[in-house]
T-cell receptor
């Protein structure tokens, strides 16, 4: 069974630009959650999508947005990039909603560097 | 406001000894806790979990202890092996308020190094 895949794995962008990251969940999983990992901050929850609907949202500005398609694949978009957006962006999939005690499976992440 | 805290950013242990990773939380409404392990260039992988109705859960070399009165949980690895060297994250499930949804809240992680 294929794991969670994220593309691209590495990305370098300039301040002010926008970026779109992609996540393909494990087959059969309907929930996709996105996290930002920075040194010392751990995994900060961005949002969760389930059945194409955003079910949960963290405390990030509106520049961070996402969507989920009918095949459960998800994209995350960050507009007007800032230097502080440099981080590892992880997505995780689960059969049901992530916090309903369903185990989450993480992808390898996309390393975003903003210069 | 960090509701889940891992106060030790790093831990070094000799192979064969016990590794103890600690996690403190502030929200008494958390009802489910998980530990994840992360190797470099890989995503975190689920390790072990515990419900708030229990105080201990064991899986092979890994045991998680929960002390609800102290709002503290710990992960014990016995015996520690070099392959256990990784970053360990604890996470807690929060109970949503009216109209909201539950969410998982992660700590900042502890980097464990197991030396031969």
């Amino acid at each position: 069974k294929a794991g969670v895949t994220q593309t691209p794995r590495y990305l370098i962008k300039t301040r002010g630009q926008q970026v779109t990251l992609s996540c393909s969940p494990i087959s059969g999983h309907r929930s996709v959650s996105w996290y930002q990992q920075t040194p010392g901050q751990g995994l900060q929850f961005l949002f969760e999508y389930f059945s194409e609907t955003q079910r949960n949202k963290g405390n990030f500005p509106g520049r961070f947005s996402g969507r989920q398609f009918s095949n459960s694949r998800s994209e995350m978009n960050v507009s007007t990039l800032e230097l502080g957006d440099s981080a590892l962006y992880l997505c995780a999939s689960s059969r049901g909603l992530a916090a309903s005690s369903y185990e989450q499976y993480f992808g390898p992440g996309t390393r975003l560097t903003v210069t | 406001d960090q509701q889940v805290k891992q106060n030790s950013p790093s831990l070094s242990v000799q192979e064969g000894r016990i590794s103890i990773l600690n996690c403190d939380y502030t929200n008494s409404m958390f009802d489910y806790f998980l530990w994840y392990k992360k190797y470099p260039a890989e995503g975190p992988t689920f390790l072990i979990s515990i419900s708030s109705i229990k105080d201990k859960n064991e899986d092979g070399r890994f045991t998680v202890f929960l002390n609800k009165s102290a709002k503290h949980l710990s992960l014990h690895i016995v015996p520690s092996q070099p392959g256990d060297s990784a970053v360990y994250f604890c996470a807690a499930k929060s109970v949503a308020g009216a109209g909201g949804y539950n969410k998982l809240i992660f700590g900042a992680g502890t980097r464990l190094a197991v030396h031969p």
